[in-house]
Structure formats: C-alpha cells, structure tokens
C-alpha cells in the first residue's frame, strides 16, 4: 500500500525559503507517473503548485513558477518542494502527491506557518 | 488557469441524492477525460472518491457517481448518509502538465 508523507519545519520566516520534503513508502517513485505538491490555505480551497517527473523535468503553476523549483531524490525515494521568498499568504497546508493525470494518492499534509 | 466553478454549498436529507457541478472550459474540463472528485472532512487530506470522469477507486461506495456533459463534470451522491457530509473538490488536468482545481463544496446533510 503505498504511503507518503510530508517532513520540513512547520514555522518559516517571511523573505525565506520554504523547504518540504515528501517520503514515499510501498511504491518506487521511479515507477511513476508523475510527483507533485499542492496546498490548502487555512479555511481555503485546494491550489496546484506542481509536478517533477521521473525524468526529473518540472513544471509549475504560472503564479508560483518564478518562486518555486522541485525535484527527485530516487535513492532515498523522496521528492522535494522549495518555495522561494515566502509571505504570509504561503501560509497553507502542504499536500504531497502522486499525479496519475490528477493527484490519487495525498500525503496527509503539513501545515506551514510564515511568521516571524 | 482560473479555478474551476463548483457551487459553495449543497444539502440533503438521509436517503436523498444530490448532485453537485463543477464548471471549466473546453482548456480543462470539456478537453480532456481525466476529471477527478475528492472527498476531505474536516482536519483530513483529500480523498479520491472518483477518477477519469466516472470511475471509483477499489473501497468507494456505488452511492458516488460522476458524469460530465460539454465543460461541466457532475458527482452524484446518493443514498445521503451522516458521514457524507464533507467538503467536496473537482480537478481535472488542464494541458501542458498542469491541473486545475474547484473552489470546493460543503454538503450538508440534514
């Protein structure tokens, strides 16, 4: 049954970087297809940032693309999220996925908090 | 890629269905056959309750049905029982390695 879960500071200060990291269990995130990140603002609905393939190639929401970068870790079958310059409006839950097409499997999410 | 367009709200009583819409553009929704529904109650991650339009994942009741019509995609619930109240999101992929999703919809059941 495969698993994942997201690992990284709950608390980031404003103008850092936010920095997730998803461990996938039960399934070899080589297989695919595809690995992504969304988020959920406190109250709000769902947002897509993201996805990196097994190729390793990335693509980005349009209004997160000049911030955000991802990428794969196949030896430790993880997969990493970097937000760059960080508000308070970052602020959200934090879901990792696997994208079949659409996310299937959801990690059960990390809240992220940018305060300082 | 603007959101998709579900109503903010629905309800029902126990037994009854409901049907809830999710409305894009033929860029996401009218495009493309990878529509999915996601179940999330309160403090949990999304659920996938249906996939490719209308198909449920191994464990997902037949009381939950999708459809789509032109640019807007449908989930029927039926058979309305307590636990179904919950929060309810549509996403379908969008091109270009992207996804897109709806605003959301809470059921009520009442």
């Known amino acids: 049954q495969m698993q994942l879960q997201e690992s990284g500071p709950g608390l980031v200060k404003p103008s850092e970087t936010l920095s997730l990291t998803c461990t996938v269990s039960?399934?070899?995130?080589?297989?695919?297809?595809?690995w992504g990140w969304t988020r959920q603002p406190p109250g709000k609905g769902l947002e897509w940032i993201g996805s990196v393939y097994r190729s390793g190639n990335s693509y980005y929401n349009t209004s997160l693309r000049s911030r955000v970068s991802m990428s794969l870790d196949t030896s430790k079958n993880q997969f990493s999220l970097n937000l760059r310059s960080v508000t308070a409006a970052d602020t959200a839950i934090y879901y990792c996925?696997?994208?079949?097409?659409?996310?299937?499997?959801w990690g059960p999410g990390a809240l992220v908090t940018v305060s300082s | 890629q603007s959101a998709l367009t579900q109503p903010p709200s629905a309800s029902g009583s126990p037994g009854q269905s409901v049907t809830i819409s999710c409305t894009g553009t033929?860029?996401?929704?009218?495009?493309?056959?990878?529509v999915s529904w996601y179940q999330q109650h309160p403090g949990k991650a999304p659920k996938l309750l249906i996939f490719?339009?209308?198909k449920r994942p191994s464990g997902v009741p037949d009381r939950f049905s999708g459809s789509k019509s032109g640019n807007t995609a449908s989930l029927t619930v039926s058979g309305l029982q307590a636990e179904d109240e919950a929060d309810y999101y549509c996403s379908s992929f969008a091109g270009d390695n992207n996804v897109v999703f709806g605003g959301g919809t809470k059921l009520t059941v009442l």
């Open positions: 033929s860029s996401d929704v009218g495009g493309y056959n990878y």
């Open positions: 996925v696997r994208i079949k097409w659409i996310p299937d499997y």
């Open positions: 490719d339009v209308s």
């Open positions: 039960g399934y070899s995130i080589s297989s695919g297809p595809h």
